[in-house]
């Protein structure tokens, strides 16, 4: 059973990729006239969002290539912790103004080349970086220094909040 389990359990490039192409397949079926479109009060547009992402992917690149240490723990300690936060969709949070759109008209098609771009780029890092290294470039909240695995990790979560909250987008739009 063990390993019949362990048989589901995607490799991390392929996790990010699987999650990278849900993402891109959602925004691509977004027309031009409705990426920029305030789906609700509060609320950023579509291309707001792919913006934050293309962001946020790219701290983590900037993660995966900064100053590292070794890591005195077990790799992926935070993983759960990191997941649980993300994926609860009670929580809410503001974004880091790092990471944060600015409020302007975006290109769809140029979003796009950017958030796959910025996606394949981390899947190399994934795949050819020591991922049980300590980064040190910036601390998480609450926690502290993360490894590369579990930043990946963060990558992946947050990624399938911002995918939830996109198809939530869609949906308001009517698209």
Excluded at 9 to 23: E, K, M, R
Excluded at 141 to 146: E, N
Aim: glycine content about 2%.
């Amino acid at each position: 059973m063990e390993q019949q389990k362990n048989a589901l359990v995607q490799p991390l490039p392929v996790l990010i990729g699987s999650v990278a192409q849900a993402q891109l397949n959602l925004f691509e079926a977004v027309k031009q006239s409705e990426v920029n479109r305030i789906p609700f009060e509060g609320s950023w547009t579509a291309a707001e969002l792919i913006e934050h992402m293309v962001l946020s992917i790219s701290s983590s690149i900037s993660l995966f290539n900064g100053p590292i240490r070794d890591t005195n723990r077990v790799p992926d300690q935070y993983v759960q912790y990191v997941k649980d936060m993300f994926l609860n969709f009670d929580l809410k949070f503001k974004s880091a103004p790092s990471i944060a759109p600015a409020a302007k008209l975006y290109d769809r098609d140029i979003l796009i080349k950017k958030l796959r771009t910025a996606y394949n780029s981390l899947i190399y890092l994934v795949e050819t970086k020591d991922l049980t290294d300590t980064c040190e470039l910036w601390e998480f909240p609450t926690i502290g220094y993360l490894t590369r695995l579990e930043w990946a990790y963060q990558a992946v979560y947050h990624a399938q909040r911002h995918t939830q909250q996109l198809k939530n987008i869609i949906e308001h739009l009517g698209v």
